[in-house]
Structure formats: structure tokens, C-alpha cells
């Protein structure tokens, strides 16, 4: 890699490091990679016009040609949680809303064509989502300000060969820095299931790495028809070893198994459509996974988790070719609710609800080199609501020995984005 392409890289790592956070669109995975995706809907595993690569599907990196692309996302999630009980006679009744409603993520992707048939590059890019901060907190959870603030940034080399002049296959590893903060249920501390209580809450952010895969096949078939896959296993973290007393494993958070397929059509010489399925596997990741109400001890293989559900996610896409200035797309991506509602109490701390969300974006060519992407992100409110986990739990005051029966809880989001991002072909 030359000289010139490792200076945005760097700077994009240093960019990234303090403010790639809050995503909370599909699960706690970003709707889209790249903001011609993210106009789109997040549907890109059949198109080459990016150097999102390591993100989307590797093996378009023999296919995208020598350019950079760099972003800046304007991100804005409204979080609240509610809790109601008829027969608590309103004093157990709250309305909490999390802070910190605007955040700012970067985006990178480097992309060059090595000879006719090999490319490569790197793209760098984030999930994260599971961000709440709530103050005052829950006084059924603990005291002071309550949350959580999950962030990963992944740095993704790739290397695509064309298997002949209409097929390719691609592979990116990698490289996963993570990271995580807890405050505010103390109570939990107090928990007989509590078997490291010192490592539940208030430790501050904690970090954790790890390395996995992505694989890539891009084919096409026809003038009009690209196909595409890309498949990445679960990746392994290392265990947060601060908060090895909440979360299940003692600390372990792996990132799951996901893959998508989908297909790009090219209707006319300025109108194509693009349809992605994706498949993100939360229900094998404990800690993510196993059920709020569990009973065994906290961090242990079995102990409570978020009980998210694994879930499909389609993302449609459309793009009008309206000059030969400037292309305009739109898109809409529905995803599976990972939260049922069995599962609101621990989901507080994260309300990754969301399931529908409407794009709209655009490329404004400057001159034959440079290019000018904006995306924008609209995702109406989402909510799921359930009997409380602590419905009849003990209290330890003899006024009210125990809670009320009839304790119901409703957790909801609503969010929107706004981005852009500078193309530079060379």
C-alpha cells in the first residue's frame, strides 16, 4: 500500500477510536457499510462502486477499481424506557429517557485494482448500539446515572481474484478492537447469583480484541445481473475481564456469525435495483443471547443475558442515473426484532428495537476524479413492551415485602442519520 493511501487510513484510525458508537439499527449492526449503501438501504453485496469491501462482500474488491472513499455519519438515536403497576398505585411508575441524542461516526474504505484480475484494500468500519445512559437511572437497577456503551471498530484488509471474466471470490480478515461500559445496577451486586460482584458495574470501559474472517463471492451472470455472498463466522474476543461478573462466559462478548446474498439488476442504463437478505445470528452468542430471567449464577456459561433472538434483515434498494452528474437512490431495510417481550427488563440498557428504516441518498460528481455521496436514515419509533422480570420479587420492607404482580415495561427508539462522504478515483 502506498504512502498516500496510508494517510487517510491512519487518520481514519484515529478518528474512529473515541466516537465510533451508538449504532443501533439491525441488532447493534450499522443498516449499511458505506454511505452509497447506506442510500440504498444497506444493499450491497452485488455492487462494485465502493470501497466498502472488507464490510460488504470481499470479493468486489477485483471489481471497484483504484479509489478512496471517507465518511462522516450524523447519528441520532432517542432511547426511553417506561414502567407502569396498577396495583403499586403509581409509585412505582417511571419514564426515563437516555441522554446523548447526536453522535458523529467515520467511515473508510481504500480500494486498488493490483493488475485485470487481483484487487485489494481495507475498509474500516464500526458496529456498536448496545448505548443507553440514563439519569437519573432505575432505582430498581442501582443508583446514580445507568447504562451501557458498546463500541467495536473493525479494520478489514482484503484481497479479491477474478476466477474467470464474470466470477471473483474475495477474503477480508478481521481485526476487531472492542469495547464497554456498565454503570448504575449495583443492586445486581446484591444478588445471590452474584459470584463476582466486583465486576458488574461502574468499572468503566473495559477492552477487549479479537480477529475473524469475512469470505466473498461476487458473480455476473449477465449485463444486467450481479449476484453476490459474503459470509463471515463468529469471531472470538477475548473476555472483559472487568465485567467477567455480568456478562455470560465470565466476560465473553464474541461478535456473531453473519452472512448476506442478494442480487443487483441494472433494469435500463440509468435504473438498477438491489435486493439483499442477511442472516445475523445473535442466538449464539450467550451473553447476547441466553434469557434475562435466567436463574443461574451472573457470568456464568448459563447465567442472564439481553435474550436477543437471531434475525433476518432484507434491504431494498433503488438507483436513477438522473444526469451523468449526479445519481440519486432510495432504499428501505426491515429487520426482525431480536427483543420479544419476555426480554424488556435487562433490554433497558439496550433497546436494540429498531425494524424499519427508509433512505434516501445521492452521488454529485465534482470532476472525472472526485465525487461527493450524501445518505440520509429515517427509522419511525419501535417499541416492545412485557411483564417486568421483577414482577413479585422480594423487597425486604415489611410495608411492601414484595413487588406488585402486574408490573409492565415498555422500552422504544426512533432514530435518524445523516452522512457524506468524499470519492477520490486515481
Excluded: C
Amino acid at each position: 500500500m502506498n504512502k498516500f493511501a496510508l494517510r487517510p487510513l491512519v487518520a481514519a484510525l484515529v478518528l474512529s477510536a473515541p466516537v465510533m458508537s451508538a449504532f443501533a439499527t439491525d441488532g447493534y449492526f450499522s443498516h449499511g457499510y458505506g454511505m452509497k449503501a447506506k442510500g440504498m438501504g444497506g444493499a450491497a453485496v452485488a455492487s462494485t462502486d465502493n470501497a466498502f469491501a472488507g464490510a460488504n462482500n470481499p470479493a468486489t474488491s477485483a471489481w471497484a477499481g483504484n479509489r478512496i472513499e471517507a465518511g462522516l455519519d450524523w447519528f441520532s438515536p432517542v432511547r426511553s424506557a417506561s414502567r407502569s403497576s396498577v396495583m403499586g398505585g403509581g409509585q412505582l411508575d417511571s419514564e426515563l429517557q437516555s441522554g446523548k441524542e447526536s453522535f458523529f461516526i467515520p467511515e473508510f474504505g481504500y480500494n486498488k485494482a493490483h493488475s485485470d484480475t487481483v484487487g485489494y484494500g481495507v475498509t474500516v468500519y464500526g458496529n456498536g448500539g448496545m448505548n443507553t445512559s440514563y439519569n437519573p437511572g432505575d432505582t430498581f437497577f442501582g443508583s446514580g446515572t445507568m447504562g451501557v456503551d458498546l463500541t467495536q471498530l473493525i479494520v478489514a484488509p482484503t484481497i479479491a481474484m477474478k476466477l474467470d471474466s464474470n466470477h471473483s471470490v474475495g477474503v477480508s480478515p478481521l481485526f476487531v478492537i472492542q469495547k464497554i461500559s456498565i454503570q448504575g445496577i449495583q443492586n445486581f451486586q446484591q444478588d445471590p447469583r452474584a459470584t463476582n460482584p466486583g465486576a458488574m458495574t461502574n468499572k468503566g470501559h473495559d477492552t477487549s480484541t479479537g480477529a475473524g474472517v469475512r469470505l466473498g463471492y461476487l458473480g455476473k451472470l449477465s449485463n444486467q445481473l450481479n449476484i453476490g455472498a459474503s459470509y463471515s463466522p463468529k469471531t472470538k474476543m477475548s473476555k472483559f475481564s472487568d465485567y467477567a461478573g455480568m456478562f455470560a462466559g465470565e466476560g465473553g462478548f464474541d461478535i456473531p456469525e453473519n452472512y448476506v446474498v442478494g442480487l443487483s439488476f441494472k433494469a435500463t442504463d440509468s435504473f438498477s435495483l438491489a435486493l439483499d437478505y442477511q442472516k445475523i445470528n445473535y442466538g449464539d452468542v450467550p451473553s447476547i443471547a441466553n434469557t434475562g430471567a435466567s436463574m443461574n449464577p451472573f457470568g456464568s456459561a448459563n447465567g442472564a443475558g439481553f435474550g436477543w433472538k437471531s434475525i433476518g434483515v432484507v434491504k431494498l434498494g433503488a438507483e436513477w442515473k438522473y444526469s451523468p452528474a449526479l445519481t440519486l437512490r432510495a432504499g428501505y431495510n426491515h429487520s426482525d426484532n431480536p427483543i420479544d417481550s419476555t426480554q424488556v427488563t435487562f433490554n433497558r440498557l439496550a433497546p436494540g428495537v429498531m425494524t424499519k428504516h427508509y433512505t434516501l441518498g445521492g452521488t454529485y460528481t465534482l470532476t472525472p476524479t472526485t465525487e461527493v455521496t450524501m445518505a440520509y436514515m429515517y427509522a419511525p419509533t419501535s417499541s416492545v413492551s412485557g411483564n417486568s422480570l421483577f414482577n413479585g420479587a422480594p423487597t425486604g420492607n415489611p410495608q411492601m415485602p414484595n413487588l406488585p404482580t402486574d408490573i409492565k415495561e415498555t422500552i422504544r427508539m426512533k432514530q435518524q442519520s445523516l452522512g457524506i462522504q468524499f470519492g477520490w478515483k486515481f
